[in-house]
Structures are given as structure tokens and as C-alpha cells.
């Protein structure tokens, strides 16, 4: 089952340039989609939303772009910052259902260099 | 800020023993998920639970697993007889209701099941 779609397993980026993180999704039914981070020995941790009525988010560091017709959601982290190096998750959810269930990708590892 | 909570943060257990797995929500949200992540693999949704119900399930929870709110804090998954494969990180999730229905869910740090 491959709804959601990370392609990188990793990316490596020099401090204070941009991270290009990428996703792309198959199932038309999601409408919502979300970043995780995730450090090792920890839960996912929330870092931005995205509806499908919308095509970009913007939140500090962080923007998500959405281009619906490609299925295909980024997030941009600029300036980067070593703190950023993690596993950056993609998530997804659907239109119907009351409690939305997330379909994550399968991950991207940030290393963020000094 | 507030956070989820869950315990124990390591459970070993022998294949065919029951585990219960022990999540404390954030207090204003209404809605809990349980999820799990098999080392090497992605994060699966397991179930989903509102207003004291099940709302949505996946095909890994089949019957030997069970969920409920037992005292109106803790929001509990059961395994009843553990297999090797069960064997994973066991994330809760929780999320406030809100008007348009997207909302964040926000995870517990885990608890890492180890069947024997």
C-alpha cells in the first residue's frame, strides 16, 4: 500500500540554506495533509497543516506547498538548523469519517550540517 | 504545553500473554487513534475511537485486539494474546473536535512492545 509516498529516504543540506522535503500521494480522497517530525525514541511531533482548499501554509521556518492536480505536497524548511535533523513524515487524511485517520509516507531523514 | 502520555515506555512479553497499553489524552480533546510502527516500516493506523466507541478500524486490528476508556482518563490498547509480530512501537494519538473537521493529531512518545 503506497497512498503516500516519500521517495528521498534522506537529504543532507548546509546549514542556513533550504530544505526541499517531498511527497506524493495516489488516493484523491485526501483532502488534509500534515508534516510530522520524529526524533529517534520519540513520538511524532506536529510541525504543519495543509487543506486541499488552500495551496500553500505558511508557519515561521516552515511553509507547505500543495499542488492538487500533481498530488505532490513539500515542505520547505529555510534557514535550516542543525536542530532540524530528523525523520520528516508525511501524512495524509480523507474527506469522509469523523476521526480522520493519518496514512503516513515512509519517511525522510533531514541531516542538517553545520 | 500539554502532551500525551504513555506507559510503560518498554513492555517485554511472552508470545500468547495479554499486554495493555496505557495512554493518557490531552485533556480537552475527544478524539483518540492508536497507531504502530514495525521497525524499518511506516507508521499504520490501528483504530480509532470517539464519544466511547470505535469510529474507524484497520484490517491489523483484528479481534484479539480491543480499545476503551475505562475511567474517563486513561485510553487503553489491549492485545489479548500476543505473536511475534505484534511486536512494534505502539503510538497514541489525540485530537480536539473543531468545526471543518482537520484537525492535528498529536502523538504520545510511545511504548515499545517486545513479544518473546
Known amino acids: 500500500d503506497q497512498q503516500v509516498k516519500q521517495n528521498s529516504p534522506s537529504l543532507s543540506v548546509q546549514e542556513g540554506r533550504i530544505s526541499i522535503l517531498n511527497c506524493d500521494y495516489t488516493?484523491?480522497?485526501?483532502?488534509?495533509f500534515l508534516w510530522y517530525k520524529k526524533y529517534p525514541a520519540e513520538g511524532p511531533t506536529f510541525l504543519i497543516s495543509?487543506?486541499?482548499?488552500?495551496d500553500k501554509n505558511e508557519d515561521g521556518r516552515f511553509t507547505v506547498f500543495l499542488n492538487k492536480s500533481a498530488k505532490h505536497l513539500s515542505l520547505h524548511i529555510v534557514p535550516s538548523q542543525p536542530g532540524d535533523s530528523a525523520v520528516y513524515f508525511c501524512?495524509?487524511?480523507?474527506?469522509?469519517?469523523?476521526?480522520?485517520?493519518?496514512?503516513f509516507g515512509s519517511g525522510t531523514q533531514l541531516t542538517v550540517l553545520p | 504545553e500539554p502532551e500525551v502520555t504513555q506507559t510503560p515506555s518498554h513492555q517485554v512479553t511472552q508470545m500468547g500473554q495479554e499486554v495493555i497499553l496505557r495512554c493518557v489524552p490531552i485533556?480537552?480533546?475527544?478524539?483518540f487513534y492508536w497507531y504502530r510502527q514495525i521497525l524499518g516500516q511506516k507508521v499504520e493506523f490501528l483504530v480509532s475511537?470517539?464519544?466511547?466507541?470505535?469510529?474507524?478500524k484497520s484490517e491489523i486490528f483484528d479481534d484479539q485486539f480491543s480499545v476503551e476508556r475505562p475511567d474517563g482518563s486513561n485510553f487503553t490498547l489491549k492485545i489479548r494474546s500476543t505473536k511475534l509480530e505484534d511486536s512494534a512501537m505502539y503510538f497514541c494519538?489525540?485530537?480536539?473536535?473543531?468545526?471543518?473537521?482537520?484537525?492535528?493529531?498529536?502523538f504520545g512518545p510511545g511504548t515499545r512492545l517486545t513479544v518473546l
Open positions: 494519538a489525540t485530537s480536539e473536535m473543531l468545526a471543518g473537521g482537520n484537525n492535528e493529531q498529536f
Open positions: 488516493n484523491s480522497m485526501f483532502d488534509y
Open positions: 495543509i487543506s486541499s482548499i488552500k
Open positions: 501524512a495524509a487524511s480523507p474527506s469522509s469519517g469523523s476521526a480522520r485517520q493519518l496514512t
Open positions: 485533556s480537552n480533546h475527544l478524539y
Open positions: 475511537f470517539y464519544n466511547n466507541e470505535i469510529s474507524e
